[in-house]
């Protein structure tokens, strides 16, 4: 059982960036997917939880408007889309997932994403 995060970078403020979520050894689908991040000296937030097939996606308020998340199934992955990025926007960025939002427990690495002029 495996996630590998990836699509960080260095993008400009207003910019955007869409990060994947690729598992491997499990159906995606069959699972709840959240993207967390944790910027440097801060804590790990929640950013996004999408449920199970498609399910609801529950948001951050500090995220809503400007993310948002999409399963593509034949290629067992999760994309958080990413607009209007700010300063504030950089931390490494982590998916995870688990029976539901709430209950997370499989981890993949973090992707960097940083956020400057």
């Known amino acids: 059982v495996q996630l590998q995060a990836s699509g960080g970078g260095l993008v400009q403020p207003g910019g955007s960036l869409r990060l994947s979520c690729t598992a491997s050894?499990?159906?995606?689908?069959?699972?709840?997917v959240g993207w967390f991040r944790q910027a440097p000296g801060k804590e790990r937030e929640g950013v996004l939880c999408?449920?199970?097939?498609?399910?609801?996606?529950y948001y951050a308020d500090s995220v809503k408007g400007r993310f948002t998340v999409s399963r593509d199934n034949a290629k067992n992955t999760v994309y958080l889309q990413m607009n209007r990025l700010s300063v504030e926007d950089t931390a490494v960025y982590y998916c995870?997932?688990?029976?539901?939002?709430?209950?997370?427990?499989?981890w993949g690495q973090g992707t960097l994403v940083t956020v400057s002029s």
């Open positions: 999408i449920s199970s097939s498609a399910g609801s996606t």
């Open positions: 050894g499990f159906t995606l689908d069959d699972y709840a």
């Open positions: 995870a997932a688990g029976s539901r939002c709430g209950k997370i427990y499989y």
